[in-house]
Structure formats: C-alpha cells, structure tokens
C-alpha cells in the first residue's frame, strides 16, 4: 500500500490540478462581469496563483500554464495543443469555466523533473 502512495505524491492528478485552477478562478473572477480593461490582470492573477499553488504541492514537475479569457458574444473559439512526451510521468489538463459574460479557458502541461 506504502508503494502506491509514493507513486501518487510524484504523479499529475487531474482532478487535484482542477480543483487548483477552480480555486484560483474564483480568487479572481468573483462573479465579475467581462470588463476589457481587467481582462490583462485578471489572467496575471489567475495562471499566478495556480502555478504558486502547483509548485507548493512539492512535486517533481515544471508546469506551463495558460489561460484564455473570452467574451461571451456568440463568437467561435477553438484551440488544441499537441505534446510529445512520456506519458507515463507527464499529464495535462484544461479547465473552462463559464461565466454569464465570459469563457475562462486555463491549460496547465506538467512536465516530470
């Protein structure tokens, strides 16, 4: 049992790097409406909370994230990433979070040390 649990503490956890990038969503968005003007700051504050909150968990990874935010217009948008990489020690994940006025879109690749 002790085995799996060294595993764990060096592995990408989806659902934890989720929870992470939500909390650091709602640290900055509040409910706020879509403001241009904030939108600069908003995705500062966002992808530098997640990745303070990734690199406190102590684990072996060097982390890119992005975020996108988007006004809520009736617009199109469509991304996609490609990696080459382990898949066995490597993971990434995307977030959207929908507000009434706004598209957050946050990317987080972990890349194994």
């Keep these: 049992m002790d085995e799996f649990a060294g595993v764990e503490e060096k592995a990408f956890v989806v659902d934890e790097v989720n929870n992470i990038i939500?909390?650091?969503i709602?640290?900055?968005i509040q409910n706020a409406p879509y403001h241009h003007n904030k939108v600069g700051q908003w995705n500062s504050n966002i992808i530098e909370q997640t990745?303070?909150?990734l690199t406190?968990?102590?684990k072996p990874f060097k982390y890119v994230v992005?975020?996108?935010?988007?006004?809520?217009n009736g617009a199109g948008l469509h991304c996609a990433?490609?990696?080459y990489w382990d898949n066995a020690s490597d993971g990434s994940t995307t977030f959207k979070?929908?507000?009434k006025t706004m598209h957050v879109i946050v990317n987080v690749f972990g890349l194994a040390i």
């Design 22 to 24: 939500q909390e650091s």
């Design 26 to 28: 709602d640290a900055t």
């Design 51 to 53: 990745l303070k909150k």
């Design 56 to 58: 406190s968990l102590g």
């Design 66 to 72: 992005t975020c996108t935010i988007m006004q809520k």
């Design 81 to 83: 990433s490609s990696c």
């Design 97 to 99: 979070y929908d507000a």
